[in-house]
């Protein structure tokens, strides 16, 4: 297994477009989350899906965000009429849970998106 | 939920000087507690984890202690290198024994080390 990979790397949009972005977790993992990070700052919590449901959504994630995880494997998340201050580093990170165990999570590369 | 609280950067030190970046955090339960690094521009790597108390992670010289009574995690590196120059991020997490879902992260710590 090569980690978790993001697609694509780099985005850069024009404000009011639409933008998707795509996580492959580690494959036998059953926790698949996203977080978003500015520069200076950490990463801050989005939100997650145990398997295909989507348990947890920050109040950062307004009503333009939308995250999938259709099959409990890959996860989607659509960003719908981008504004600058969308400009961030989004992180997927997926991790391994169940019977009192709680494994770290292993982050993607990020896709760095820029709103012009 | 958890919460975590680290030392502010960004902190300068000389080649072979001791490293202490101070951790401490809030949480219901028992979370997991991790160190995180990021090198210049790369993505966040798991630098070390403790999962109970008392419980020491250790890794590339770094060590960290589970201190349950004072709930701190704190980062320690006898003999800094350059090569360690870096973000660390202090983050409890979810555990079998917390209600926590996520991992929680602080500001993070930039390190700067000077040949």
């Known amino acids: 297994d090569t980690g978790v990979s993001q697609d694509p790397r780099h985005k850069i949009t024009k404000r009011g477009q639409n933008v998707t972005f795509r996580c492959d977790p580690i494959?036998?993992?059953?926790?698949l989350y996203w977080y978003r990070q500015t520069l200076g700052q950490g990463p801050e919590f989005l939100t997650y899906?145990?398997?295909?449901?989507?348990?947890?959504k920050s109040r950062l994630l307004s009503d333009r965000f939308s995250a999938e995880r259709p099959k409990g494997s890959f996860s989607t998340l659509e960003i719908q009429r981008t504004e600058q201050g969308d400009s961030a580093m989004y992180l997927c990170?997926?991790?391994?849970?169940?019977?009192?165990?709680?494994?770290?999570?292993?982050f993607g590369q990020g896709t760095r998106l820029t709103v012009v | 939920g958890n919460s975590v609280t680290q030392m502010e950067g960004p902190v300068t030190l000389s080649e072979e000087a001791f490293l202490t970046i101070n951790c401490t955090y809030t949480?219901?339960?028992?979370?997991?507690l991790f160190w995180y690094v990021q090198y210049p521009g790369e993505g966040l790597q798991l630098l070390l984890k403790?999962?109970?108390?008392?419980d020491k992670g250790s890794n590339k010289g770094f060590e960290a202690t589970y201190r349950k009574e004072t709930t701190s995690f704190h980062l320690e590196k006898g003999s800094v290198q350059v090569s360690d120059s870096a973000v660390y991020f202090c983050?409890?997490?979810?555990?079998?024994?917390?209600?926590?879902?996520?991992?929680?992260f602080g500001s993070g710590t930039r390190l700067s080390i000077r040949p």
């Open positions: 899906f145990q398997n295909e449901a989507q348990l947890e």
């Open positions: 983050a409890p997490g979810p555990s079998g024994y917390s209600s926590a879902s996520k991992i929680i």
């Open positions: 990170a997926s991790s391994r849970t169940g019977d009192n165990m709680n494994t770290e999570a292993f």
């Open positions: 949480a219901t339960g028992y979370p997991s």
């Open positions: 403790a999962t109970k108390a008392d």
């Open positions: 494959s036998e993992h059953n926790r």
